[in-house]
């Protein structure tokens, strides 16, 4: 069964600390994808890769890196927290292929983060 | 702008009934079309996809889409909601040509009432 996991539900930090949410998945996808999720705002992609050390920026990528060191891994890392960065975050990940035509996005449970 | 629309905010339908939530994109290509479940607490679960053929696709949990080319809208249908379909539910487009990207609508919250 296709699996993307995060390694944490809910986390609260403060103001200026150095925040990782990992996410990992089983399925030996090349593309992965962070999205944060607001209400009345959808979700937007942060950052994706589609490959390992390849990363390209999202829509909002400010304030965010990423890191690919493994095919199976995909961190977000938020270099200093701030509260407007309080969020669910969603990491997806996709099989490569010809555009859409293969599986679409996975999606893991997501990580609730709270800045203080 | 290019851009997802989902009108409805919040739907409320009461269980047994028909429910049908709208999305509309503005592109300038056929983009690939897809609906999303979000559950309380959970991620976010296909339902149905449209890359191309039949208009008319279904869906895991008895829902179906419509994709209209002449009103860009691809609408979610079921005819008759359970309680358990309370959750969010997203559209969602893939451009084609650009390999990896989602755009996101802004998502409908669907209550059901018994």
């Known amino acids: 069964d296709v699996k993307v996991t995060q390694s944490s539900r809910y986390l609260v930090k403060r103001t200026g600390e150095k925040v990782f949410l990992e996410c990992v998945q089983d399925?030996?996808?090349?593309?992965m994808f962070w999205y944060r999720q607001d209400p009345g705002l959808g979700l937007r992609l942060i950052y994706f890769?589609?490959?390992?050390?390849?990363?390209e920026k999202g829509d909002i990528p400010e304030g965010y890196s990423v890191s690919r060191e493994k095919k199976e891994r995909f961190s977000l890392i938020l270099e200093s927290a701030s509260t407007n960065q309080t969020s669910m975050y969603l990491c997806?990940?996709?099989?490569?292929?010809?555009?859409?035509?293969?599986?679409?996005?996975?999606f893991g449970p997501g990580t609730r983060l709270t800045v203080l | 702008a290019q851009s997802v629309t989902q009108p409805d905010i919040h739907i409320t339908v009461s269980e047994g009934a028909s429910l049908e939530l709208r999305c509309n994109y503005s592109?300038?290509?056929?983009?690939?079309l897809f609906w999303y479940v979000q559950s309380p607490g959970q991620g976010l679960q296909l339902l149905l996809k449209?890359?191309?053929?039949?208009?008319l696709v279904q869906g895991i949990k008895g829902f179906e889409a419509e994709f209209k080319r002449s009103q860009s809208s691809f609408n979610l249908r079921k005819p008759s909601v359970h309680w358990s379909d309370a959750a969010e539910y997203f559209c969602?487009?893939?451009?084609?040509?650009?390999?990896?990207?989602?755009?996101f609508g802004t998502g409908t919250s669907l209550t059901v009432i018994p």
């Open positions: 592109y300038g290509a056929t983009p690939y």
């Open positions: 399925m030996d996808h090349e593309n």
């Open positions: 969602a487009v893939g451009l084609r040509g650009t390999g990896n990207q989602f755009y």
């Open positions: 890769s589609y490959d390992v050390k390849m990363k």
């Open positions: 997806a990940s996709r099989a490569a292929g010809a555009l859409f035509s293969t599986d679409t996005q996975y």
């Open positions: 449209y890359f191309s053929g039949d208009t």
